[in-house]
């Protein structure tokens, strides 16, 4: 079943005419607020689980109940101040659903919100990207953007109740991929543009620098297994899976590689940790991959899987969330493809969250939400 969710569809989010330079003004005369409990967001019950969804194509979040697969909300970002080209790319959300967090490219920030969508602070840096919570010292972690040329080598650490913060050098160029520790110990970033991941000891801010041999790999995104053993890459130049043993936590050593497929994108390790499941963008696929034997068990195709960015399990681990992208300019050239991509009333292609049943990989649900989704959060991980 196919959903296009659009007009009265859509359940409008304001944030009680809160602006973006007015939240700021106040921020600044006032000082940091405490982490709040929780609020029920639009017509989702206060236990719901929620996926937060990037519309980066319309400046706007997307709010999905994971029980109903409903979309139970929309934050539109340019009612809040910011512009339409604020480009927002990925989520994460506080264990306790409190509040969620996204980077904005095109603002230039990290903005927080409460569970009931309200704006709640900002934290400024050149073109975030990817984001990491770190819930054991209430910090956040971010990024920098794949679409930054030459952004600075370092990452932002910012509060997580006051979004002040600072950032910190990684010493390579293009940090993208970022995971830290359940224990907070220990962050990892990489590199778009050299071979090379950084193992980051927050507690002391030592940076060690690993290099990583092969290709030019172009590193996406990183995934660490449930026990921690292991953390993956994902590469999007290469298009493989790079698997690293964290025994030495400052020295990840890589002990397999799979071959995934063309613009292999952010990897997800299942529940129970015994495959981890890529997108690979360039083919329209995921490919499942087993962990005993690092190689790949199946790949899961379907027709509305199209550029596949991230995956995202329920709190069951009985559903997979996987947004897709469904640019027109990235799907030129992409054989058996052409011609078949949803699109609006204008001709733009539409793009969509594809809901798998985790066992049989069938399509249960498709929601097509707008130009462009992106990066995904639920208070689980993402």
């Known amino acids: 079943m196919t959903r296009i969710l659009e007009g009265a569809g859509r359940k409008a989010v304001r944030a009680a005419g809160v602006t973006m330079l ?64 604020a480009n927002p790319h990925h989520v994460a959300v506080a264990p ?28 400024e840096m050149s073109t975030p990207g990817m984001l990491a919570l770190d819930p054991a010292h209430q910090r956040l972690l971010a990024s920098r953007s794949m679409t930054a040329v030459n952004p600075p080598s370092r990452i932002g650490v910012m509060s997580l ?16 991929p970022i995971v830290v520790t359940r224990n907070g110990d220990w962050a990892y970033t990489g590199s778009l543009g050299v071979n090379q991941i950084a193992a980051v000891e927050l507690a002391t801010e030592e940076v060690s620098l690993v290099q990583v041999e092969g290709p030019p790999h172009s590193f996406v995104q990183f995934a660490l297994s449930p026990d921690e053993r292991w953390m993956v890459a994902a590469t999007e130049l290469s298009g ?19 071959e995934i497929g063309p613009m292999a994108f952010d990897p997800v390790f299942a529940p129970d940790g015994r495959s981890v499941w890529v997108p690979v963008k360039g083919a329209n696929e995921i490919a499942v991959v087993d962990v005993e034997g690092w190689r790949v068990g199946t790949r899961v195709r379907a027709p509305s899987l199209l550029q596949p960015h991230q995956v995202v399990f329920s709190p069951d681990g009985m559903r997979v969330f996987v947004s897709n992208n469904n640019r ?16 609006g009333e204008d001709g733009e292609r539409i793009g969509n969250v594809t809901v798998l049943d985790a066992a049989t990989h069938r399509v249960v649900e498709v929601l097509e939400l707008g130009r462009y989704v992106t990066g995904m959060g639920t208070a689980l991980g993402s």
């Open 22 to 85: 007015a939240l700021l003004a106040a921020c600044a005369g006032s000082g940091a607020g405490a982490m709040a409990a929780p609020a029920a967001a639009g017509g989702a019950s206060l236990a719901a689980p929620l996926l937060y969804v990037c519309v980066q194509g319309e400046a706007r979040v997307d709010v999905i109940d994971m029980t109903s697969l409903e979309v139970v909300a929309s934050v539109d970002l340019t009612e809040l101040g910011f512009s339409p080209n």
């Open 96 to 123: 306790n659903g409190a509040h969620w967090f996204v980077s904005l490219i095109g603002e230039n920030r990290v903005a927080r919100f409460t569970r009931a969508n309200e704006l709640a602070g900002t934290f």
């Open 240 to 258: 493989r899976l790079l698997v690293f043993d964290r025994s030495d936590p400052a020295q990840p050593r890589q002990v397999a590689s799979v």
């Open 161 to 176: 109740a006051s979004m002040d913060g600072d950032e910190l050098d990684v010493f390579h160029p293009r940090p993208h």
């Open 328 to 343: 027109a300019d990235a799907m030129a050239g992409m054989a058996g493809h052409e011609g078949h991509e949803p699109a």
